[in-house]
């Protein structure tokens, strides 16, 4: 009469390994970018299994608990190996972040001054820039990209929040001198940033392929 | 890539540009016109521009358009010469308000531009080229 309940706990205990190995590996799908989301899940499936084993342990002869033990065992070391290239995997980000920050943001500002370029001669236009040095400490700082963020009186108020992670950063220039048709475009100094942030955004690129060729000759060992 | 749309505002300045110098084109070829499609003597045009944002970009990346050509307002050359049949009754021919100096300068300032945007493309290419062959 009790071997039935047991088998049914046990069937009950594996179907729940089960479950939760698929959220494991949903989650880690879904954040594999993000990396420490996915690991914590991974881990709390490592964990999981591991309390199952040893729950295992003080019924080794029954043939259920035999059969969870196993399976316990390796959904266990799946999910070991999942939080472990999950952890590599934000070791790899964590490397990467800073210079990958550096390129987005130049990416940006190199549109802002292609744009000035391109409306040198346009009435009433006002030349724009990114303030990249701010916008980098708040990128690599992960801070909320909007620089005046919305006053809520109520939880159920909407949270301002900038559409790009830069819009914050982003400003007329100062100290040009307009000409009478309203536009403040120095053609001189927008060559120079254009020229100058082009150089930044290779130098960024090397310093990235550099990094890049040091992990592989680690891996590689060559 | 957000690179791309670097390549877009510099196309749309080649656009906006290469208009300009057509404009030109046609105000130094009619310099001598003293009757036009409507009846009038030709006027001098220029292309007004306007900063439109291209979509899907961030704020404060703005393409350029041209918002419309429109007339010079100067007055036109009267020349004396009463045999031409289109001489008024005191035998004063009008001509055109185009002045040569004022095409000529617009159209250095045209192609200045249009080599400035060149450049940003070809830099913006090649930097987009280097993105590729990132690791290698």
């Not at chain 1, 499936?45 to 196993?70: I, K, V, Y």
Request: aromatic residues 6%; charged residues 15%; hydrophobic residues 40%.
């Amino acid at each position: 009469m009790v071997k039935p309940n047991r088998e049914e706990a046990a069937s009950a205990a594996l179907r729940a390994i089960h479950s939760k190995l698929r959220t494991t590996q949903t989650a880690a799908c879904l954040s594999a970018r993000r990396g420490a989301r996915g690991m914590a899940a991974g881990a709390a499936a490592a964990n999981f299994c591991r309390q199952t084993l040893a729950f295992c342990r003080f019924r080794p002869t029954e043939p259920g608990w035999q059969t969870a033990r196993s399976l316990a065992r390796n959904l266990q070391s799946k999910a070991y190996r999942l939080f472990h290239t999950l952890t590599m995997l934000s070791a790899l980000d964590r490397e990467f972040a800073p210079l990958q920050t550096a390129l987005d943001l130049r990416a940006q500002r190199q549109q802002l001054l292609a744009a000035n370029i391109a409306n040198a001669d346009t009435p009433g236009y006002k030349a724009v820039d990114l303030d990249f040095a701010a916008a980098y400490r708040a990128a690599l700082a992960g801070q909320s990209p909007s620089a005046l963020p919305l006053k809520t009186e109520q939880p159920r108020h909407l949270p301002g929040i900038a559409a790009q992670p830069t819009d914050g950063f982003i400003g007329y220039q100062a100290g040009n001198a307009a000409r009478l048709d309203g536009n403040t475009v120095d053609m001189n100094r927008e060559q120079a940033a254009f020229q100058k942030n082009s150089i930044q955004y290779e130098a960024d690129l090397t310093f990235l392929t550099g990094k890049i060729k040091t992990l592989t000759s680690a891996i590689t060992g060559n | 890539m957000s690179l791309f749309t670097a390549l877009d505002v510099a196309n749309s300045g080649l656009n906006a540009q290469s208009y300009r110098l057509n404009v030109v084109a046609s105000n130094l070829a009619n310099a001598n016109s003293a009757v036009s499609s409507n009846g009038q003597p030709y006027r001098a045009r220029e292309v007004v521009f306007a900063a439109q944002p291209l979509s899907g970009t961030t704020a404060g990346v703005d393409g350029v358009t041209v918002a419309g050509v429109v007339e010079k307002p100067g007055p036109l050359k009267l020349v004396y010469d009463p045999g031409n049949p289109l001489a008024n009754k005191d035998g004063y021919v009008a001509y055109p308000n185009v002045n040569p100096v004022d095409e000529m300068v617009n159209m250095i300032s045209a192609s200045r531009a249009y080599q400035a945007d060149v450049n940003v493309m070809n830099t913006t290419k090649n930097l987009l080229l280097k993105t590729l062959t990132l690791g290698q």
